[in-house]
């Protein structure tokens, strides 16, 4: 299994992040996407688009479980171990749209942040939250 950060090796469909480069891994631990492949990848039933790989911080997830989205707590019968700051979480673009929005959104790890997620959030807005240096 590649570690976080790391391309897939598996073939990953030539997913693209948000640079135009293959996409990497956001997190294995705790494993992430909407695949639960470790990657941001989506699909036709994605309709969430769970694209953009955020580093969770403790006013985020505030932010989230005030919405309405829970994502601290921990959901054993889904498999869920519950999010902690520092995680790195595949979100819904529009939920990181809508933290933008309020001035809470996370840091970005542009590499492994799908390129749909452009159809949702700017480029400009997501170098400007960006974890990683791009």
Do not use: I
Request: glycine share 10%; net charge negative; aromatic share 6%.
């Amino acid at each position: 299994m590649p570690r976080d950060g790391e391309p897939k090796r598996d073939g990953g469909g030539g997913a693209r992040n948000v640079l135009g480069l293959p996409l990497v891994a956001c997190s294995h631990d705790p494993l992430t996407g909407w695949l639960r492949d470790g990657c941001c990848n989506t699909e036709p039933r994605d309709v969430g688009l769970h694209t953009v790989c955020a580093v969770m911080t403790e006013r985020f997830l505030a932010f989230s479980k005030a919405s309405g989205n829970d994502l601290s707590t921990p959901r054993p019968e889904y498999g869920f171990p519950g999010l902690v700051a520092g995680d790195r979480w595949c979100l819904c673009a529009a939920r990181w749209q809508e933290a933008l929005e309020a001035g809470e959104a996370p840091r970005v790890v542009l590499a492994a942040t799908h390129e749909a997620t452009l159809a949702v959030c700017t480029l400009e807005a997501l170098k400007a939250h960006a974890h990683d240096v791009a």
